[in-house]
């Protein structure tokens, strides 16, 4: 479970960083004017949010494909922000790529709570959510030290590598929690 406590605080984090920071990135590192980053960050969040219905409808659908999915979708979001980052852009075309961030990123939420539920030992499904639903808020509080750190000293363009450095790592903490929840039960004789 400390695993999935870690793929739901890299998560935030990255989540975090986007939403506090990708106005400021846009603006001072692409030069966009402050209405159009702030129009891409809307986009980023109107995608996140209809992601999550469309996580959830595909969770219900094809829950033994829950992880490629969500993995898929997590390296698709991340993609997208290295593209923003190392892709000289028009302003206009950074808004459908942050809704397609935000759309993949926002339909891996609901099936990486699939896999949770699915991962929860019977009988504690809500100590398990507990637990590991702490890890969002404390990736949220988490999350101005590394961004902060690098807009202070100056390298706001490090800031979307970042984010996309946080989605991959957090794609090892999901992986590989998703495959140690699925240990065999060991029958042992009683003595």
């Not at 290295?82 to 808004?95: E, K, M, R, S």
């Amino acid at each position: 479970m400390l695993l999935f406590f870690l793929f739901f605080l890299f998560g935030a984090m990255a989540g975090g960083g986007v939403q506090a920071w990708l106005v400021t990135v846009l603006h001072t590192v692409k030069g966009i004017d402050l209405k159009l980053a702030a129009t891409a960050l809307t986009a980023y969040m109107v995608g996140s949010t209809m992601g999550v219905l469309v996580g959830g409808w595909f969770a219900d659908q094809f829950k033994a494909h829950v992880l490629p999915f969500v993995t898929g979708l997590v390296i698709v979001s991340a993609t997208m922000m290295l593209i923003i980052d190392w892709v000289n852009l028009p302003g206009l075309a950074i808004i459908p790529i942050t809704f397609i961030s935000g759309l993949s990123l926002g339909a891996s939420r609901t099936p990486r709570d699939v896999m949770l539920k699915d991962a929860a030992p019977p009988g504690q499904i809500g100590k398990v959510f507990g637990f590991v639903s702490a890890g969002l808020p404390l990736g949220s509080a988490i999350t101005p030290v590394p961004f902060g750190f690098l807009i202070d000293k100056g390298h706001p363009e490090m800031v979307l590598m970042l984010v996309a450095g946080i989605l991959f790592v957090s794609l090892l903490c999901g992986g590989s929690a998703k495959a140690s929840s699925h240990t065999e039960a060991v029958v042992v004789a009683a003595e």
